[in-house]
């Protein structure tokens, strides 16, 4: 069994769901977990009223391993206190916000993970002692923050610390999932993947445009807009050209053969990462 899987995630599969915004259902979360990975809940834009509502829709429909991601400057600190009250025992910070949280959770407990794409990120994790970190390469769809592809990103990162890498950006295969883990990442994370899933919250149009899109279909919009720290966006130029999370996509969409149940989605991992 994967120790990193086991002993910090605490989870049977190393692969973690994407903060994937409005696109993560209750239904793609948890059935994430039932079949052994970790399920991601993003917080950014949620009350405290409402992230229990969430959390509480969410254990109806699993008691599986959960991770609450923070992924802005202005989530509320009451989401702190909510996430108490459920055990989370995972969370996901990136640099902006790292600083002022990290300490916080890990005072509960909570093993926390922080996304980096650069070395002067990394070189802030590690000062403030991650449990793990997220390495987003390049190819990754949404946000993209990071100049370095993730293999390369991935050697960086193995070349100053021995603490445990999460691979995310570009993975939509097994074999890709396959040459990262346990050689180069302790566990991989997906999001374009399960954006095209049965219980993702996109239509069936959305999905059938990440099935159809090809290589060429991908652009690095480098427009900066919005009040997030921006960053440029790698999205769908098909369906209407929108920049919208439905048409986030990473480069390698046109991997992306059909739509799957989730736990489908999983299982076809596992047999390459539970090796």
Avoid at 254 to 269: M, N
Wanted: glycine share 6%.
């Amino acid at each position: 069994m994967n120790t990193f899987a086991a002993d910090v995630l605490g989870c049977k599969i190393p692969l973690i769901l994407a903060p994937l915004a409005h696109l993560a259902s209750n239904e793609l979360i948890a059935t994430i977990a039932n079949a052994g990975g970790i399920g991601t809940l993003p917080v950014h834009r949620l009350k405290p009223e409402q992230t229990r509502e969430r959390l509480q829709q969410i254990r109806s429909l699993t008691s599986g391993p959960i991770m609450v991601s923070f992924t802005g400057e202005w989530e509320r600190d009451e989401n702190l206190d909510v996430l108490l009250e459920f055990e989370i025992q995972l969370a996901m910070v990136f640099w902006w916000n790292a600083p002022r949280l990290i300490h916080r959770l890990q005072a509960h407990g909570i093993k926390v993970g922080w996304q980096i794409g650069t070395d002067d990120q990394l070189s802030d994790a590690l000062s403030r002692d991650a449990d793990f970190i997220i390495a987003q390469g390049l190819e990754a769809g949404g946000h993209v923050r990071s100049p370095h592809r993730l293999d390369d990103l991935l050697t960086l990162i193995r070349n100053r610390t021995d603490c445990p890498v999460v691979a995310a950006g570009g993975i939509n295969t097994p074999s890709r999932a396959g040459q990262l883990v346990p050689s180069a990442a302790s566990a991989v994370m997906l999001g374009t993947r399960f954006c095209a899933s049965d219980e993702a919250s996109n239509s069936d149009s959305d999905r059938t445009l990440l099935v159809d899109a090809k290589r060429e279909s991908v652009v690095l919009d480098t427009s900066l807009r919005g009040d997030w720290p921006c960053a440029f966006r790698r999205r769908l130029t098909t369906g209407g050209d929108l920049d919208i999370p439905e048409r986030y996509a990473n480069t390698n969409v046109s991997e992306i053969e059909s739509v799957l149940p989730a736990a489908q989605i999983v299982a076809d991992f596992a047999k390459v990462l539970n090796q």
